[in-house]
C-alpha cells in the first residue's frame, strides 16, 4: 500500500516525539484523520467539544511538559475557531502547532464552501511559521520548520493541508534545484550572558540594600537558583501569576502574587525597594512596580524584546534564567544586614492572618475568599492546579500556597475566560497519575467550560488516578466586571450585563456520570473538599458563593475609594450587601472612618 501524504505526515510527527493531538474531526481533514487512525496507538487524538478548547489544551499542554503542544482542526470554521487558544500560546510564549485542512487546491479562489484564507488569518497568531503545502515533498521541510520554530523561538505555529493533497501518493524531495531536503531534531542552546554583564548586574546588586525579586514563567526551572539567590541578598520574592509555582509559599520571604490579584507585601516590597532583580516576567502593570528612579534593575529574560519593557533596568541580561542565575551566584556578596528581609517576613505573616480573617468573615451564603482557603490546606502534593480568569482568579493567587512539586497555571498575557477546565484536560493528559484541580467562575462555566465536562466523562476511566476536580463558584455575576465597574470606573453594576443565570452545575455533573457535589453551607466547606478529594471519580464541586465580597487589589487609591463612594451615591442594586464585613475590611483604611 502506498504512503500517503497523510502517513508520511504523522511519521515525521512521531519521529519529532509528538505523541498527544488535541481537535475537533471534519471533512477538512479526513486524510490526515484516516492516516492517523493507522498509526494505532502510536499518537494519541483527543477529540474535544470544541476547536477553541483543543487550541487552549495544546497551550497548556506544552505549559505542563516543556514540549511542543499540538491541535487540529478541519478547514473554515474549524480552523478560525482556533484562535482564541493559539494567542494564549503566543501571548505566554509557548511553543504551539496548528494543524488545519483546506478546500481542494483545484477550488481555491473560486469563493468555495469554507475557503478562508488561512495563511493571512493565520499570519498575526503564528507569524513566525504559517506555510500551505501545495506538493507531496513539501510535507517533509513544513513539518521540521514548523516544529523547528515553534520549539526554538517558543511560539505558535500553522501548518495548512488542501483535502485533495492529504491522501496523494507521498513522495521526497528529488534531488535537484528548487527541492528541500530537511531533518529531524532541535536540542535546546544555552545562552548565557557575557561575562562582564555578569560583573555589571553583580555590582548593581551587591551595591542594593534593600533587594526586591520578582519571578515569572520564565523563572519555573530555577526554583533552587532563585533560593540561593535570594538567600545571598536576603531579598524578597514576590510572583507574577504565571510565576506562581516559582517557589513555594511557605518560605517566609515570599510575598505571593503582585499586581490587581496581588498582596499588600508584594505592593510593600516593591514601594520600599532600591533594588530590583526582575527574572522571566513580563507582568504587564507598572504602576505596581518601584517607582521609577527610586530603585536601579537588573533584568533576566531568554526573549530580549522583554527586557527593560516595564520598568528602565540598569543591566539587562539576555539568557536562561537557571542557567544566568548560577553564573551570577558566585559573583554575589552574602549580605548579613537582614532588617530588611526581617521587614518582609513579618509583613507575610501579618497578611496570611489577615487573609485567614478575611476568608473565615460572615457572608450571604459563602465567602467566595474561603473556598480557596480551605482548599489551600487539603491540597494533595505534587497537585495541579488550573484557574479561569475573573474573580476566582484574585482567590487562587492570593490564598492558594503552592508548595514544591505542584503546578498551576492559567492564561496568563491574553487572560481569557474559558481556559480552566481545558487546561485542566490537558494537565491530566499530560500527567495521568497527578491530582488536578481546575478553579472556575460560573461565567467561565457557561461560557464554554461545561462542554468540556463531557470530554472528561468520555476520557477519565484511561487515567492512572482519577481525582480531577473542578470548582465552580455559583454566585450569578460576572464578579470581576462587576467590581472594576463600582471600584475602576465608579459606576454601580448593571444587571443587564452582569447577571447571570442559575445553573445547576453539580447536576450537569451526575447527568453525564460524574460526581456532584453542592455546598451553601460556610461550615461545608472544608468537608465538601475532602469528599471530593476522596472521590474515585471527576467531580464538580459548586459553591454558592456571595458576589459582594470584593476581589479588590491590596493596595486601595483615594481615587478608587471615591469612585466606590461615588457608585454608591449613584445607588447600586446590592447597595446594602456591600456594606459588609468584607467590604469593610479592604476599604477600611480609605473609608471615612477607617482605622
Not at 522571566?280 to 528612579?293: A, D, I, N, Q, R
Not at 558566585?330 to 485567614?356: C, F, H, N, Y
Not at 482548599?375 to 482567590?395: F, H, K
Amino acid at each position: 500500500m502506498a504512503t500517503t501524504v497523510g502517513d508520511f505526515f504523522w511519521k515525521r510527527m512521531h519521529q519529532w516525539g509528538v505523541r498527544t493531538v488535541f481537535g475537533y474531526p471534519g471533512d477538512g481533514i479526513n486524510g490526515l484523520l484516516g492516516a492517523l487512525q493507522r498509526v494505532g496507538d502510536d499518537i494519541d487524538f483527543i477529540q474535544v467539544r470544541h476547536e477553541e478548547m483543543a487550541a487552549f489544551m495544546a497551550s497548556a499542554y506544552a505549559k505542563f511538559t516543556g514540549e511542543l503542544g499540538v491541535c487540529m482542526a478541519t478547514s473554515g470554521p474549524g480552523a478560525s475557531h482556533l484562535l482564541t487558544g493559539l494567542y494564549d500560546a503566543r501571548m505566554d510564549h509557548m511553543p504551539v502547532m496548528a494543524i488545519t485542512g483546506q478546500q481542494a487546491r483545484a477550488a481555491l479562489g473560486g469563493h468555495y464552501q469554507q475557503e478562508l484564507d488561512l495563511k493571512t488569518m493565520f499570519k498575526d497568531v503564528a507569524g513566525a511559521f504559517v506555510e500551505q503545502a501545495s506538493t507531496p515533498p513539501q510535507t517533509r521541510h513544513l513539518v521540521d520548520r514548523a516544529i523547528r520554530t515553534a520549539l526554538g523561538e517558543r511560539k505558535p505555529v500553522a501548518v495548512i493541508f488542501p483535502n485533495d493533497l492529504q491522501e496523494m501518493d507521498y513522495e521526497e524531495p528529488p534531488r535537484k534545484h528548487g527541492t528541500v531536503h530537511s531533518g529531524v531534531g532541535c536540542s535546546a542552546p544555552k545562552i548565557m550572558p557575557y561575562e562582564d554583564d555578569l560583573q555589571r548586574a553583580a555590582a548593581v546588586l551587591n551595591e542594593g540594600k534593600k533587594v526586591a525579586i520578582l519571578v515569572g514563567a520564565g523563572a519555573l526551572r530555577a526554583t533552587d537558583e532563585v533560593i540561593a539567590v535570594a538567600e545571598k541578598l536576603k531579598a524578597g520574592v514576590a510572583k507574577a501569576l504565571l510565576g506562581k509555582g516559582v517557589l513555594p509559599d511557605d518560605l517566609p520571604w515570599v510575598t505571593g502574587s503582585i499586581g490587581l490579584l496581588g498582596t499588600k507585601p508584594s505592593w510593600d516590597l516593591m514601594t520600599g525597594c532600591d533594588t530590583l532583580l526582575m527574572i522571566g516576567s513580563g507582568f504587564p502593570y507598572s504602576e505596581f512596580m518601584p517607582k521609577e528612579g527610586n530603585a536601579r534593575g537588573v533584568q533576566i529574560d531568554i526573549k530580549p524584546d522583554m527586557l527593560s519593557l516595564r520598568y528602565p533596568m540598569e543591566v539587562n541580561l539576555v539568557g536562561d534564567a537557571s542557567e544566568t542565575l548560577k553564573a551570577l551566584l558566585p559573583l554575589l556578596q552574602q549580605k548579613t544586614d537582614t532588617s530588611w528581609r526581617d521587614g518582609i517576613e513579618k509583613g507575610v505573616s501579618q497578611w496570611w492572618e489577615l487573609m485567614k480573617d478575611r476568608a473565615m468573615a460572615s457572608a450571604s451564603p459563602v465567602n467566595p475568599q474561603r473556598v480557596t482557603w480551605e482548599l489551600s490546606p487539603r491540597l494533595p502534593e505534587r497537585a495541579i492546579i488550573t484557574s479561569d480568569s475573573g474573580s476566582c482568579a484574585n482567590w487562587f493567587a492570593r490564598d492558594i500556597k503552592i508548595r514544591r512539586g505542584m503546578m498551576c497555571s492559567l492564561s496568563g498575557g491574553l487572560a481569557s475566560m474559558g481556559a480552566a477546565v481545558p487546561y485542566a484536560i490537558a494537565a491530566k493528559m499530560a500527567h495521568p497519575d497527578r491530582p488536578v484541580i481546575a478553579l472556575v467562575g460560573d461565567g467561565a462555566m457557561q461560557m464554554n467550560n461545561m462542554a468540556e465536562l463531557i470530554t472528561v466523562a468520555k476520557y477519565w476511566k484511561r487515567w492512572v488516578n482519577p481525582k480531577w476536580i473542578v470548582c465552580v463558584w455559583n454566585n450569578e455575576d460576572l464578579n470581576q466586571v462587576t467590581w472594576e465597574q463600582r471600584v475602576m470606573n465608579g459606576n454601580p453594576k448593571f444587571e443587564a450585563s452582569q447577571d447571570l443565570p442559575n445553573v445547576p452545575y453539580h447536576k450537569f455533573a451526575e447527568l453525564i456520570g460524574l460526581k456532584g457535589i453542592y455546598v451553601d453551607d460556610p461550615a461545608r466547606v472544608g468537608p465538601a473538599w475532602d469528599e471530593a478529594l476522596a472521590a474515585d471519580a471527576p467531580v464538580v464541586l459548586e459553591v454558592k458563593t456571595d458576589p459582594n465580597v470584593p476581589p479588590l487589589p491590596p493596595h486601595i487609591t483615594l481615587e478608587q475609594a471615591r469612585k466606590f463612594t461615588s457608585m454608591l451615591i449613584k445607588g447600586d442594586p446590592d447597595e446594602r450587601s456591600l456594606l459588609g464585613e468584607t467590604t469593610r475590611q479592604v476599604l477600611s483604611k480609605v473609608l471615612p472612618g477607617g482605622s
